[in-house]
């Protein structure tokens, strides 16, 4: 199983990116899935999270600007970030609850990181 994550770059404040992250493999469900950042000397937090019937939840630092949304049938996860602001440079990493065919245990698997930085 791959979580394969893409569409980070650079961008000016107040610009959009758009995040993709497409899982692959024997997969046989996937629960919750989500993104988290990581900024240079600081811990991984959590941006987002969105369940598989499409609830979702924010961290307060990007609410209103940012959007999760999910393609089941594809096995993406998605992740809008509008008016983006210098602070939100960092390496976003997607994340997904998996249960493979193989096995009954549902477990977090990780994407590989996209770096996403926003000049002032």
């Known amino acids: 199983v791959q979580l394969q994550a893409s569409g980070g770059g650079l961008v000016q404040a107040g610009g959009s990116l758009r995040l993709s992250c497409a899982g692959s493999?024997?997969?046989?469900?996937?629960?919750?899935m989500g993104w988290y950042r990581q900024a240079p000397g600081k811990q991984r937090e959590l941006v987002g999270t969105?369940?598989?019937?499409?609830?979702?939840n924010y961290a307060d630092s990007v609410k209103s600007r940012f959007t999760i949304s999910r393609d089941n049938a594809k096995k993406t996860v998605y992740l809008q970030m509008n008016n983006l602001k210098p602070e939100d440079t960092a390496v976003y990493y997607c994340?997904?609850?998996?249960?493979?065919?193989?096995?009954?245990?549902?477990?977090?698997?990780w994407g590989q990181g996209t770096q996403v930085t926003v000049s002032s």
């Open positions: 994340s997904a609850d998996i249960r493979r065919w193989e096995s009954p245990r549902e477990l977090k698997y």
């Open positions: 493999g024997s997969i046989f469900r996937i629960n919750n």
């Open positions: 969105i369940t598989s019937g499409g609830s979702t």
